[in-house]
């Protein structure tokens, strides 16, 4: 059993963004986020600054507009409006989940395409599915990819089992596996919640993604030797020895499931980290493209 | 084994047609649709006349525009506008393949997504994909979910294969299975060319589709006792008893597969007819849609 050391592979995507915003920064461009915030929910503030830090790290122009919990619709369509005909910025996004007055799908529907670097708009939903390369795919899937790539997993004719089909990540996963390519050409199966029989399903699988939300999910018992394991899980368990009174663990067993597998994620230091440094390979991609810089 | 009759269910999917459109014909709307038709291909030329024929038998307004092979890029554009912006018109299918001069995407991106009734556009994708029940689901895969639906074939939990990744029928079939509520919440894995050893797949599975567009393609050692298949292959093989020279066969090796079948569709019989079938369905839920009437 090895480790897919997400950490490692998140710090060299950051390094290859950084040395790419280096090289366009001396033709006077520089790749901007705008990442909006409504509300005061700790977690999202949390995420919202880990980003923050990171564009400043990369050399980045970052915005952060943090609303109040009362922000209307209207006022935040406002806003998103603004970002999008601002020159500086290439990427938007709205931390999620918005407060329950505001219609998060009609905010996603408001941010321009080309600046959707969390790949939620529809227009890059449909890109995705008829695997247009100028879309942007979800920062999650698309650092799931990136470690089987890196660690050179082969995916053609692999068989591939999504646990999920949330269009956050389970199926634009799918999607991506089953295109035509470099880490793509998979036999790719999702099940959900209504999956009866799950080992049946998951033993057949070279590669298993689990994104369902619920610890311990995917045990000993689902997984055949050698397999390949990634966990997309984040869940909060109680744990009085930690400060905060819990813990996060992922969908996976992983005490027993581990010394079956011959490559998983662990969590934290998987699947987590990859997926700001997609968000800002995005952004960097976004850039590229309203600028018509090559690559 | 049974068959499964897309002739007969075909003919109540029209019958329901009718009796919607002769119900709205009294608040004085009928559906429209709109077939373009560019070049000379005797095969496409055959289903656009069915189409017509179709529509006039269910009281359906129908325009066919027939375009010389010479026709432009831009001029077949500026009549996709003509009709977008045609209020007797509700629906409008650009028949396939055009000649190789005319880019086929930018044609289908032309075409007004509440008039798309071929579901081809991105934002119906994106819609199929998001679960948008506003949106239009491409007609042969919403015609094979409507037969399993017609003979009460269960797909909560049900392990589905579908053979083929194309964004005509593979992609969306397997998106609107996997999808929740009925006929969908299926377990569903989408295979394809790169596919090894297929009958380890095929032999899992409780549906079949087979959309690869090869003769004899599913074999009776790839389907287990008891299965349901459907294919959506339609090939030409030669056969010079017949005065073409040739007859129309399906992906699956009929005779020796559908012993074991619990149920299977005939080509032709099966899915072909429910495609035109879902084709009026669709445009007569955008003449539904565009009007605001319910349903």
Do not use: W
Request: charged fraction near 20%; charge should be neutral; glycine fraction near 10%.
């Amino acid at each position: 059993m090895k480790l897919i050391d997400g950490t490692t592979i998140a710090e060299k995507v950051h390094e290859e963004t950084r040395a790419s915003v280096a090289e366009i920064t001396k033709s006077g461009l520089c790749p901007g986020l705008a990442v909006v915030l409504v509300g005061n929910d700790p977690a999202s503030r949390t995420y919202v600054r880990k980003k923050a830090e990171q564009c400043a790290k990369l050399g980045f122009h970052s915005l952060r507009l943090e609303l109040p919990e009362t922000t209307s619709q209207q006022e935040l369509l406002a806003h998103v409006a603004q970002l999008n005909a601002d020159p500086k910025i290439h990427g938007i996004l709205v931390q999620s989940p918005p407060p329950p007055h505001i219609d998060e799908a009609k905010i996603v529907h408001a941010i321009a395409p080309e600046k959707d670097v969390d790949g939620f708009h529809p227009v890059n939903v449909a890109k995705l599915a008829l695997e247009d390369p100028s879309g942007f795919v979800p920062c999650t899937p698309l650092g799931c990819r990136r470690l089987l790539l890196e660690y050179g997993i082969p995916t053609s004719g692999a068989r591939v089992v999504v646990l999920g089909r949330s269009m956050i990540v389970g199926k634009p996963l799918a999607l991506l596996l089953m295109s035509k390519g470099p880490g793509g050409d998979a036999i790719v199966t999702v099940a959900h919640s209504r999956t009866r029989n799950l080992g049946e399903i998951t033993r057949e699988a070279d590669i298993i993604f689990s994104a369902i939300g619920r610890p311990y999910f995917l045990r000993e018992e689902h997984v055949r030797e050698g397999a390949v394991v990634v966990d997309v899980g984040i869940n909060r368990v109680e744990d009085p020895s930690h400060k905060r009174g819990y813990r996060l663990v992922g969908d996976v067993d992983f005490e027993t499931v581990a010394p079956k597998c011959s490559l998983i994620t662990p969590v934290p230091g998987g699947v987590g980290p990859m997926t700001i440094a997609m968000l800002l390979s995005n952004t960097l991609k976004a850039c590229r493209q309203i600028h018509g810089l090559p690559g």
